[in-house]
Nanobody, 127 residues
Framework: QVQLVESGGGSVQAGGSLRLSCAASRFTPIYCMAWFRQAPGKEREGVAAVGSSGSTTYTDSVKGRFTISQDNAKNILYLQMDSLTPEETAMYYC??????????????????????WGQGTQVTVSS
C-alpha cells in the first residue's frame, strides 16, 4: 500500500502563499491523487484533484488561486496556494485511490472515493 507524507504547512498572513508537498512511495497512472482540507468542526472538503490523464479539478472557492501538480520523477504531489484567506485555515491532507480500468479515471473531489490518506499538514492563515 502506498504511503503518503505531507509537508509544507505553516502560518501565513492573509494574502500570502504556501506550497504543500505530498511525497508518495509510488506514482503510477492507475492511481489518482487529490488534496483535501478539514477545519475544526467541519467536514473534510475536496480542494483539488488529478485524474489518470493529468486532468485537474478544483473546488469553486480556490479556482484561480490554487494549483495542483505532480512531479512523476520525484513521486511528489504539490498544491500551490496563493491569496490565502483566514477561512482556509485547516488541516490539509493528500489522498490516493485507484483510477482507470474499471475505476473512475477523472479527477474526483469526494473524500469517500479515496482509501489512502496522509497524516496531514496544518495551514493557519491569520488576518
Amino acid at each position: 500500500q502506498v504511503q503518503l507524507v505531507e509537508s509544507g504547512g505553516g502560518s501565513v498572513q492573509a494574502g500570502g502563499s504556501l506550497r504543500l508537498s505530498c511525497a508518495a512511495s509510488r506514482f503510477t497512472p492507475i492511481y489518482c491523487m487529490a488534496w483535501f482540507r478539514q477545519a475544526p468542526g467541519k467536514e473534510r472538503e475536496g480542494v483539488a484533484a488529478v485524474g489518470s490523464s493529468g486532468s485537474t479539478t478544483y473546488t469553486d472557492s480556490v479556482k484561480g488561486r490554487f494549483t495542483i501538480s505532480q512531479d512523476n520523477a520525484k513521486n511528489i504531489l504539490y498544491l500551490q496556494m496563493d491569496s490565502l484567506t483566514p477561512e482556509e485555515t485547516a488541516m490539509y491532507y493528500c489522498a490516493d485511490r485507484r483510477c482507470g480500468s474499471g475505476y473512475p479515471a477523472g479527477p474526483i473531489l469526494e473524500p469517500y472515493k479515496y482509501n489512502v490518506w496522509g497524516q496531514g499538514t496544518q495551514v493557519t492563515v491569520s488576518s
